[in-house]
């Protein structure tokens, strides 16, 4: 019996059809497994990611009710950016927010919650968060940067 997974899409055709209906659920499960496992060897240890991400249903809906009304763009970038912070923790990164100047390039800066790792003085991976001022759930690859404060 296929499987279907809440909020995982398959855009354009990525992944096969097999893997997603009958590999993906096994693939998934060991992965849940070896979480569980790290976090019970070691009291210490943080919580596993899927019950992280899981913890933050209730700040995201408190999140949505005050962003929702809001009509200032600086209270909502500062409300957008906190629930950033958490999510972001919830996913294992700090939250460090900065603006990047990309290499060669002095003229423009790209606001940052994160980077990571580095190539040659150049960060691997840079995690940004897309603000949309209409609040009309744009696609996040279609806005606009908003430098930092």
């Given at each position: 019996?296929?499987?279907?997974?809440?909020?995982?899409?398959?855009?354009?055709e990525f992944?096969?059809?097999?893997?997603?209906?009958?590999?993906?659920?096994?693939?998934?499960?060991?992965?849940?497994?070896?979480?569980?496992?790290?976090?019970?060897?070691?009291?210490?240890?943080?919580?596993?990611?899927?019950?992280?991400?899981?913890?933050?249903?209730?700040?995201?809906?408190?999140?949505?009710?005050?962003?929702?009304?809001?009509?200032?763009?600086?209270?909502?970038?500062?409300?957008?950016?906190?629930?950033?912070?958490?999510?972001?923790?919830?996913?294992?990164?700090?939250y460090e927010?900065?603006?990047?100047?990309?290499?060669?390039?002095?003229?423009?800066?790209?606001?940052?919650?994160?980077?990571?790792?580095?190539?040659?003085?150049?960060?691997?991976?840079?995690?940004?968060?897309?603000?949309?001022?209409?609040?009309?759930?744009?696609?996040?690859?279609?806005?606009?940067?908003?430098?930092?404060?």
């Open positions: 019996m296929p499987s279907t997974f809440t909020g995982i899409q398959n855009e354009n992944y096969s059809h097999h893997y997603l209906a009958e590999v993906f659920a096994g693939d998934i499960k060991e992965t849940i497994a070896r979480w569980r496992k790290s976090a019970s060897d070691s009291p210490d240890a943080p919580t596993t990611p899927d019950r992280a991400l899981n913890s933050l249903s209730r700040p995201y809906r408190r999140f949505r009710q005050q962003f929702a009304p809001e009509r200032r763009n600086t209270n909502r970038i500062a409300l957008q950016r906190d629930w950033f912070r958490q999510l972001l923790t919830a996913l294992g990164y700090s927010p900065a603006n990047h100047t990309p290499t060669g390039n002095d003229e423009d800066e790209i606001p940052i919650l994160h980077a990571a790792g580095t190539h040659h003085g150049t960060p691997n991976l840079l995690i940004l968060g897309a603000y949309d001022p209409e609040g009309e759930d744009e696609d996040p690859l279609s806005l606009h940067p908003h430098p930092h404060p």
